[in-house]
Nanobody
Framework: QVQLVESGGGLVQTGGSLRLSCAASGRTFSNYAMGWFRQAPGKEREFVAYITWSGLSTYYADSVKGRFTISRDNAKNTVYLQMNSLKSEDTAVYYC?????????????????WGQGTQVTVSS
């Protein structure tokens, strides 16, 4: 069993920054790609970013590319999402998820474990 716990969400002003963390329980954490997704009020959940098992490759949604950075520290079993230049459109619940392979994808249905989510609110 794999447990994922997100933290670091909160209220931030437009243009500000926030760093989200996702702590994983499994000792084989480094064998799997990890992703971040988000769900805004009244909207469907959407892909944000993913990172491969080694951290050597990353992929971002067009809406966040250049502003967000996904990273991982396998020694700490933790994935991060650094969010800069935040906009009101970034307001959402952010979810961490594990991909069943080492390489990841942007397809939500492929991920097999999910965290409970952390709220990010960007004020005007």
């Amino acid at each position: 069993q794999v447990q994922l716990v997100e933290s670091g969400g909160g209220l931030v002003q437009t243009g500000g920054s926030l760093r989200l963390s996702c702590a994983a329980s499994g000792r084989t954490f480094s064998n799997y790609a990890m992703g971040w997704f988000r769900q805004a009020p009244g909207k469907e959940r959407e892909f944000v970013a993913y990172i491969t098992w080694s951290g050597l490759s990353t992929y971002y949604a067009d809406s966040v590319k250049g502003r967000f950075t996904i990273s991982r520290d396998n020694a700490k079993n933790t994935v991060y999402l650094q969010m800069n230049s935040l906009k009101s459109e970034d307001t959402a619940v952010y979810y961490c998820a594990r991909h069943p392979t080492r390489y990841g994808s942007s397809r939500e249905y492929e991920y097999d474990y999910w965290g409970q989510g952390t709220q990010v609110t960007v004020s005007s």
